[in-house]
């Protein structure tokens, strides 16, 4: 699958427990899931897809991959926006991964906060325009409030 971010193009194909690891530094990841329970917001909803990328090659990641994925990545940080919702999918999926322990060990990294405090401490508001950098380049993706 192609790929197109600003001007650039990347190639995103699947990943299988076979590739083992294929980031040896920062990545981004995300989850797609279904609609949000509007009346039970609490509840986490179903993964559907993941994807991961470290600014150069991209990884599509289905959802009974995501486990043997992020083992094959224990020690490699990741970037996520909105850390929290993509943390809640991920332990979803595989509680016994204990992915929350990451946070812990400071190789989670969460653009959205990160922004938010920039903006804080810069222009004393959180601003929901945002860009991410991923692998040296920056990209601005669109952010809705």
Known sequence: MKVTINDTTFNFQ????ELGRVFNTVYSFDSETTLIDKARPWITPAC???AAFDGSSGYIIRREHVADFFSAHRDVPVVMHNAPFDLAVIHTLSAELNIYEWVDHDIVWDTQLMHRGYMLASEGHTSPDCLV???GKVFRPRCVN
């Open 14 to 17: 699947p990943w299988r427990p």
């Open 48 to 50: 559907v897809l993941c």
């Open 133 to 135: 950098a991923i692998g």
